[in-house]
């Protein structure tokens, strides 16, 4: 979702079914559809907890997406 300011927000749920604090990741909208990233895809990043309008939100600066072991062993 399109939250200003140049970032989207997004939700993450763990494998286990956590809930994570909001996400915002600062891409456009046209970067985004270019992103090898999809719905299911587990992922590793770097990113700050932060407070905005007293929620907790973390702000991303790098997502990589984590590959299957099916990808893996394709690589081999």
């Not at 994570?20 to 992103?35: N, T, V, W």
Request: charged share 30%.
């Amino acid at each position: 979702m399109d939250v200003g300011g140049g970032y989207l927000a997004f939700e993450l749920i763990g494998k286990d079914g956590e809930e994570f604090p909001l996400m915002l990741l600062r891409i456009g909208k046209e970067d985004l559809a270019y992103s090898t990233v999809e719905e299911g895809d587990q992922v590793a990043g770097i990113g700050m907890l932060v407070k905005v309008q007293d929620q907790w939100t973390v702000q991303i600066f790098q997502v990589n997406r984590i590959p299957t072991e099916e990808e893996i062993k394709d690589y081999s």
